[in-house]
Structures are given as C-alpha cells and as structure tokens.
C-alpha cells in the first residue's frame, strides 16, 4: 500500500487548498477512505471520511461546512477541498484506508498565517 499527499503549502486566512492522496497496492474502489491532520505538539486528529462509492461524507465539527471530501475511483485519488482556511487548520495533513488504517504516507503540509 502506498499513499502519496500532496497539495499543501503556505495560505492566508480565508484562502483555500485543494489537497490529493493518490493510492497504489490495493483496489481503491473496495475501501473508505479518510483525511486526518496532525498539528505540532499534538495528537492526530481525524478530519473527514467517504464512502466506497462517494456517497456518505462525514466530517469532523472544526471542518464541517468549510472541507470538502471527494474521490475519483477511476484516478484512485482521494481530495480534500479545503475553504476559508484558518490558523488553526495548520497541520501536516494524512489520508488513510479504512480497513487496512496502519498505512500512512508521508503527509502535506499545511500553512494557514498572514
């Protein structure tokens, strides 16, 4: 399993990131799959998850209503649209498969500052 984020970088408050995890070593279209992010000095947090077939989208309460969590089955591409960003949105962001979770990628970093 190989999971490859990228998308992240440097935005001001309000701005907005779209963030990829491309996947390899397993079927995509078979799996949930979900974002987390992980701030300095503390605990990874889960952030969103989707459904097999894109159609239940769950989100954690700090993000509902500004993220956005979509997959392209065909790509085997997991996004995270991300709007009216704010500084406590930095952090290093991972996506995960559910059922197969102790595979992580090396993460994209997120930068929300003036």
């Known amino acids: 399993v190989q999971l490859v984020e990228s998308g992240g970088g440097l935005v001001q408050p309000g701005g907005s990131l779209r963030l990829s995890c491309a996947a390899s070593?397993?079927?995509?279209?078979?799996?949930?799959l979900r974002w987390y992010r992980q701030a300095p000095g503390e605990e990874r947090e889960w952030v969103a998850a989707?459904?097999?077939?894109?159609?239940?989208?769950n989100y954690a309460d700090s993000v509902k209503g500004r993220f956005t969590i979509s997959r392209d089955n065909a790509k085997n591409t997991v996004y995270l649209q991300m709007n009216s960003l704010k500084p406590e949105d930095t952090a290093v962001y991972y996506c995960?498969?559910?059922?197969?979770?102790?595979?992580w990628g090396q993460g994209t970093q997120v930068t929300v500052s003036s």
């Open positions: 070593g397993f079927t995509f279209s078979r799996f949930a």
């Open positions: 995960n498969v559910a059922g197969i979770s102790k595979y």
């Open positions: 989707i459904s097999i077939v894109g159609d239940t989208k």
